[in-house]
């Protein structure tokens, strides 16, 4: 789902970076409002497994792939808005250093990846969560939600290339729902398998809102354990991943738009390769590797940014 340049007119593009920026300094400010000791391993270490989880497309009907969003399943751990700000950081280092989701398009990525999805989904699943208490309830609704946020993230992509006057809002907004809805079951697989699994094992990671977690040296194995999984995710189901069109390129196909696509600016590791050793499962893995890594020290940067106490009203 992730807007290349092209795609969007210069309008669009400023209008959802300003919906971006909007979005994410009210993000931070509730993470500053409600912060707690584990939320800079936390926010890095999921900006990391999010990055690895989206490099993994799985195929679905009529040639068509899809990946894991996270938006909600990023909730579950850092609340909604520790959410956008890791999907955020995921977006960045995709668009700038694999040009995957064009710069110029980086504010409407954020804002249906990043905003609608975490927040979007993770209301959804609140509210789900009242009528579905306990562990099974928790799972339940976190998958419901998962699948939900997937869909209104890509009607929120469809109203943005409509309003760019890309592609007509009725022919649009069904073939990207409909498509999504379909990706969305994997989304909802996936969280549900995670979310069951940290219940099990770390119950006390997930999210509840007004919790105070003070006990920060059982956090600190999270770190490790973590960065291990997602390079686990990243490098072995890597080779596996399908190399079908995911579901905005599908459509893009379909409705005759995806000739609009441009790069704005050239990365560094286009295409998840590595220069030198592209095209091969060396350089597939090394850069997914190093965007791993990456996007785990810059989410933890942010995160330790975030923590700096704000000055008075009066400057001291």
């Known amino acids: 789902m992730h807007i290349p340049d092209g795609f969007l007119d210069a309008k669009t593009c400023l209008g959802t970076g300003c919906l971006a920026v909007a979005g994410l300094t009210w993000a931070t400010r509730q993470v500053q409002a409600r912060w707690n000791e584990r939320t800079v391993p936390l926010i890095g270490v999921m900006a990391a497994f999010l990055f690895a989880g989206q490099t993994v497309n799985f195929p679905i009907a009529s040639g068509t792939s899809g990946h894991l969003l996270g938006g909600v399943l990023a909730a579950m751990f850092l609340g909604p808005y520790g959410a956008a700000i890791a999907l955020s950081t995921v977006l960045v280092v995709q668009s700038f250093l694999f040009q995957d989701g064009g710069v ?39 998958s419901v939600a998962a699948w939900a946020s997937v869909v209104l993230a890509a009607a929120a992509c469809a109203l943005e290339l409509a309003a760019a006057g890309t592609i007509p809002l009725r022919t649009v907004l069904p073939a990207m729902t409909l498509t999504h809805a379909v990706i969305g079951l994997g989304e909802a697989v996936i969280t549900a398998a995670v979310v069951s699994f940290i219940l099990q094992v770390r119950p006390d990671l997930v999210f509840e809102p007004g919790e105070v977690y003070l006990d920060v040296s059982a956090l600190k194995p999270l770190i490790g354990c973590g960065l291990l999984a997602a390079l686990g995710v990243a490098l072995l189901l890597r080779p596996l991943a399908s190399t079908l069109p995911d579901g905005l390129e599908s459509v893009g196909v379909r409705l005759e738009f995806l000739r609009r696509a441009t ?32 996007t785990f020290g810059l989410g933890w940067a942010i995160a330790r940014w975030m923590r700096r106490p704000r000055p008075n009203v009066d400057g001291r």
């Not at 306990?134 to 609704?141: C, D, I, M, Y």
């Not at 790069?263 to 592209?278: I, Q, R, T």
């Open 104 to 142: 110029t398009a980086l504010g409407a990525n954020i804002t249906n990846m990043g905003l609608v999805a975490s927040f979007g989904g993770y209301a959804i699943c609140r509210a789900l969560r009242r009528c579905w208490p306990g562990r099974r309830g928790a799972v339940l609704s976190a």
């Open 263 to 294: 790069h704005w600016m050239a990365a560094p590791l286009a295409d998840y390769e590595v220069p030198g050793v592209a095209g091969s499962w060396l350089g597939g893995w090394l850069a997914v590797g190093i965007g791993v890594m990456l």
